[in-house]
Nanobody, 125 residues
Framework: VQLQASGGGSVHTGGSLRLSCATS????????VAWFRQAIGKEREFVAG????????YYEDSVKGRFVISRDNAKNTVLLQMDNLKSEDTAVYYC???????????????????WGQGTQVTVSS
């Protein structure tokens, strides 16, 4: 599967952005899709994910209640709605997919073999 991330930009603290991850094929029941981010000088970290079967979602603790991941099956797209953005959310965001990742590894970037290019999110006060 090929992935293409878009939707990044610059917003002020408290603002919102919606990231899109366009996939070359349907991911429901085929691929677990996740968003990761990497800030300057930091390691890449997990943000949110949606399992391939059942659509269960999971989030990194700092984004719970602010970010929502969802699938638009009609458009072969996985969305990340980001509200109440904070300066610490500033990073390059990547979407990734895996057909084989197991539940216990769902937050591990090494478990994902398919990656899109990054999209920059900048949050300023």
């Amino acid at each position: 599967v090929q992935l293409q991330a878009s939707g990044g930009g610059s917003v002020h603290t408290g603002g919102s952005l919606r990231l899109s991850c366009a996939t070359s094929e349907r991911t429901s029941n085929r691929y677990t899709v996740a968003w990761f981010r990497q800030a300057i000088g930091k390691e890449r970290e997990f943000v949110a994910g949606i399992m391939r079967s059942g659509g269960r979602t999971y989030y990194e603790d700092s984004v719970k209640g602010r970010f929502v991941i969802s699938r638009d099956n009609a458009k072969n797209t996985v969305l990340l709605q980001m509200d109440n953005l904070k300066s610490e959310d500033t990073a390059v965001y990547y979407c990734a997919a895996s057909a084989t990742v197991i539940l216990s590894e769902r937050m591990n970037d090494r478990a994902y073999g398919n990656w899109g290019q990054g999209t920059q999110v900048t949050v300023s006060s």
